[in-house]
């Protein structure tokens, strides 16, 4: 539902469809079958996450200038047990974040008073 509860039907009754398929590879049935699809390719997921959320993070969609920072941040989560804390730990500490431009400023707020 809108909150993330777990639902078998929709408000209108029709069943939930939960299947699918993970990188054009892994069909799956259910969410236990899905979870299986995610460990059979944890570091394809892993960077596929990394990517989601440096988009997230930054506000835009990324460039092949965010490639080296995709690639430390996969490294570094898959050297630390594939832990959700450094992804977003390497997330917030790389390049293209701490280097963001900074965001615009209306000029109705940064204008000095008359002397």
Do not use: C, M
Request: hydrophobic share 35%.
């Amino acid at each position: 539902d809108p909150v993330g509860r777990w639902r078998q039907t929709y408000e209108n009754g029709r069943e939930v469809d939960s299947s699918g398929k993970l990188f054009r590879k892994h069909s799956f049935k259910n969410v236990a079958e899905f979870k299986d699809a995610i460990l059979a390719e944890k570091a394809r997921f892993t960077r596929a996450f990394a990517e989601h959320a440096l988009s997230y993070a930054l506000g835009r969609s990324l460039t092949p200038a965010d490639t080296p920072a995709i690639d430390r941040i996969t490294e570094r989560v898959i050297a630390d047990d594939f832990r959700l804390q450094t992804v977003l730990h390497e997330v917030v500490q790389s390049d293209p974040f701490l280097n963001r431009p900074s965001p615009d400023v209306s000029p109705s707020t940064t204008s000095t008073p008359d002397k």
